[in-house]
């Protein structure tokens, strides 16, 4: 039997690190990002697991999700012990305040961090709703969208979205007799591009600035395979799904 899992932002950063760690023989995964990663082929076929990479822009999400959904009832679900939705892709606009944002640059956080997850939801719930093999959505939010910062308010308000949209859809399945299990996860401060950002922001529209640099300085980020080997975890225990909104940290 194969565990099938769809996983979002796959080339780079945490998304690259779960790909790589999910891996395994018997696993068939489907990684949706703007780039496909040559390396990823090579690691799967040696390890004997299938995957499949599309290029894409999740900005598009409406168009990226009816490929999804197409490409999901073409599936033998009699052929598979689990299906797994991992929306990870995500981007931050430009550190300013609201008033000096770009309306577009807005737009664009906004469809990438809140619209395609919702439309790979639907589309992953829809096409497999009929299916009895126990289904899992993992959403990759953030503390920010629990805790608000200056300059971050597409970021802010796409992942508090996140979080409330998964608690809308956790009282949805809960209602199904095999409903998914569903969660919205903040896995923690980690060494990503983003940080990266975060730390070069100017200080004069970035309020946060001197947080996220004493954080790097005092080796408070977590690798990014750690924070997948932690996000896999908790996607993998018992009781994944008993609560809608999580943090890897507890």
């Not at 194969?2 to 760690?21: C, F």
């Not at 980690?190 to 640099?213: E, G, K, N, Y």
């Not at 080997?229 to 507890?250: E, H, I």
């Amino acid at each position: 039997m194969q565990s099938l899992t769809i996983l979002t932002g796959a080339s780079r950063g945490m998304g690259l690190a779960i790909a790589q760690q999910l891996l395994q023989p018997g696993a068939v995964l489907l990684c949706i990002s703007r780039q496909r990663n040559h390396a990823l082929q090579a690691q799967a076929e040696a390890a004997g697991a299938v995957l499949e990479q599309w290029s894409a822009d999740l900005a598009e999400g409406a168009a990226v999700a009816r490929l999804l959904g197409n490409w999901l009832r073409e599936r033998d679900a009699a052929a598979l012990a689990s299906a797994t939705l991992i929306n990870n892709a995500g981007m931050i606009s430009p550190l300013v305040a609201l008033r000096d944002s770009d309306p577009a640059a807005l737009a664009q956080a906004l469809r990438v961090g809140l619209e395609a997850p919702m439309q790979l939801c639907t589309a992953f719930l829809d096409a497999t709703r009929d299916w009895t093999v126990p289904r899992k959505v993992l959403n990759i939010s953030s503390g920010l969208g629990r805790r608000a910062m200056a300059s971050s308010a597409a970021y802010c308000a796409a992942k508090a979205g996140m979080d409330h949209f998964t608690r809308c859809l956790a009282l949805e399945e809960a209602a199904l007799p095999h409903g998914a299990k569903v969660c919205s996860l903040a896995p923690g401060v980690i060494a990503t591009d983003m940080q990266v950002q975060l730390r070069s922001a100017d200080p004069a529209h970035f309020p946060d600035l001197a947080t996220f640099q004493g954080l790097h300085a005092g080796g408070q980020l977590s690798s990014a395979e750690d924070a997948a080997r932690r996000v896999l975890a908790y996607l993998y225990r018992p009781a994944f799904g008993q609560d809608a909104v999580g943090d890897v940290r507890g």
